[in-house]
């Protein structure tokens, strides 16, 4: 079923709270993947990854300069990346909720076809703070998760699992979107996604390397993906609870996921393996009006989205 979700009145018309025929999640960790198919991995070309940033940055500007919850610039974004996967062949649900008095929306993409018994989802924050555009967060996980699948279409990969895509609305309000996908899906659903993986920042400007550490196969995963280039991760320990893995982590569903840095400072031994600048955050624009289109590191952006699509690719074999 596609739902266009453009302007308000349109907006009023969407049927709130669309019941998701999402599925649900195997407890304990999630399957291993097979290598073969993460090196079929297609590489995600980076300018494709901006060129959705230099979009988001435009609807921003377009709108007060933010994407934020209950804000025009948030539904706008929402119909950008709609319009992108309702293009490539996705199934896309929009499913509403309200969060301090506004209306808010989660975007679902379903590549049509593997086995719905076991879903693997990748999944990041669409909306940005009231201050800025919210370029790097989370502009550069939501770009990068929507290329990833127009690669999967492009490819035409017939995965064994089946892949699921999702952007979520108001995780600035306390990962309110993604609590309400989760909390929807019957047990039974819930117990049928065999991984969500989650991208939150992914392009900072002084980038770090930060493998979340929650689930051993998928980090396993993403650390293999980074060992092939040669670069050192570090387990991500900061964000536990701070953005939309936490539902699923607390709902059972095995996690992991990607991180570039926020407002902590780089170390020197950091800036040893990684380079960039001691002592500067890793995103000194975080939640600021800065976190522009300048406010991305491309190389970042472009391995973290690469790994991506490794990690979708062979955790989905
Ligand atoms: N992206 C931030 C939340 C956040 C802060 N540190 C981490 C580490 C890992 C994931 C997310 C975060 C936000 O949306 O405010
Ligand atoms: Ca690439
Ligand atoms: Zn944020
Ligand atoms: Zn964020």
Same mark, same amino acid.
């Given at each position: 079923?596609?739902?266009?979700?453009?302007?308000?009145?349109?907006? *009023?018309?969407?049927?709130?709270?669309?019941?998701?025929?999402?599925?649900?999640?195997?407890?304990?960790?999630?399957?291993?993947?097979?290598?073969? *198919?993460?090196?079929?991995?297609?590489?995600?070309?980076?300018?494709?990854?901006?060129?959705?940033?230099?979009?988001?940055?435009?609807?921003?500007?377009?709108?007060?300069?933010?994407?934020?919850?209950?804000?025009?610039?948030?539904?706008?974004?929402?119909?950008?990346?709609?319009?992108?996967?309702? *293009?490539?062949?996705? =199934? =896309?649900?929009?499913?509403?909720?309200?969060?301090?008095?506004?209306?808010?929306? %989660?975007?679902?993409? !379903?590549?049509?076809?593997?086995?719905?018994?076991?879903?693997?989802?990748?999944?990041?924050?669409?909306?940005?703070?009231?201050?800025?555009?919210?370029? %790097?967060?989370?502009?550069?996980?939501?770009?990068?998760?929507?290329?990833?699948?127009?690669?999967?279409?492009?490819?035409?990969?017939?995965?064994?699992?089946?892949?699921?895509?999702?952007?979520?609305?108001?995780?600035?309000?306390?990962?309110?979107?993604?609590?309400?996908?989760?909390?929807?899906?019957?047990?039974?659903?819930?117990?049928?996604?065999?991984?969500?993986?989650?991208?939150?920042?992914?392009?900072?400007?002084?980038?770090?390397?930060?493998?979340? !550490?929650?689930?051993? =196969?998928?980090?396993?995963?993403?650390?293999?993906?980074?060992?092939?280039?040669?670069?050192? =991760?570090?387990?991500?320990?900061?964000?536990?609870?701070?953005?939309?893995?936490?539902?699923?982590?607390?709902?059972?569903?095995?996690?992991?996921?990607?991180?570039?840095?926020?407002?902590?400072?780089?170390?020197?031994?950091?800036?040893?393996?990684?380079?960039?600048?001691?002592?500067?955050?890793?995103?000194?624009?975080?939640?600021?009006?800065?976190?522009?289109? *300048?406010?991305?590191?491309?190389?970042?952006?472009?391995?973290?989205?690469?790994?991506?699509?490794?990690?979708?690719?062979?955790?989905?074999?």
């Amino acid at each position: 079923m596609k739902l266009s979700v453009s302007g308000r009145a349109s907006a *009023a018309a969407v049927v709130a709270a669309v019941t998701l025929l999402a599925t649900g999640s195997i407890a304990g960790a999630a399957p291993a993947p097979t290598a073969g *198919a993460a090196a079929a991995a297609p590489d995600i070309p980076v300018a494709n990854v901006k060129a959705h940033l230099a979009q988001l940055q435009s609807i921003a500007t377009a709108n007060g300069g933010n994407r934020a919850h209950g804000r025009a610039g948030y539904l706008a974004s929402v119909n950008y990346v709609k319009g992108k996967l309702d *293009a490539a062949g996705f =199934t =896309t649900t929009v499913q509403q909720f309200t969060s301090s008095g506004s209306t808010g929306y %989660n975007l679902i993409a !379903d590549w049509p076809g593997g086995n719905t018994d076991q879903v693997v989802m990748a999944g990041s924050h669409l909306d940005s703070v009231t201050a800025g555009p919210g370029i %790097n967060d989370n502009g550069s996980g939501s770009a990068a998760v929507l290329e990833t699948a127009l690669a999967v279409a492009r490819s035409g990969y017939k995965p064994t699992k089946h892949l699921r895509f999702a952007w979520w609305g108001a995780e600035e309000l306390g990962m309110v979107g993604s609590r309400s996908y989760v909390n929807g899906l019957s047990t039974a659903n819930r117990a049928k996604i065999s991984g969500y993986l989650n991208f939150d920042m992914i392009g900072s400007p002084n980038p770090g390397y930060f493998v979340y !550490d929650d689930d051993p =196969t998928i980090e396993k995963t993403f650390k293999d993906y980074f060992t092939g280039l040669g670069i050192a =991760t570090e387990p991500e320990t900061e964000g536990d609870g701070r953005s939309d893995h936490a539902p699923f982590k607390n709902a059972g569903v095995p996690v992991g996921g990607l991180f570039s840095g926020a407002d902590y400072k780089k170390t020197s031994a950091q800036a040893a393996k990684w380079g960039g600048t001691v002592g500067v955050a890793f995103d000194r624009c975080y939640h600021a009006s800065c976190d522009t289109s *300048a406010n991305i590191n491309d190389t970042a952006l472009d391995r973290n989205s690469d790994a991506i699509a490794y990690a979708m690719w062979a955790l989905s074999s």
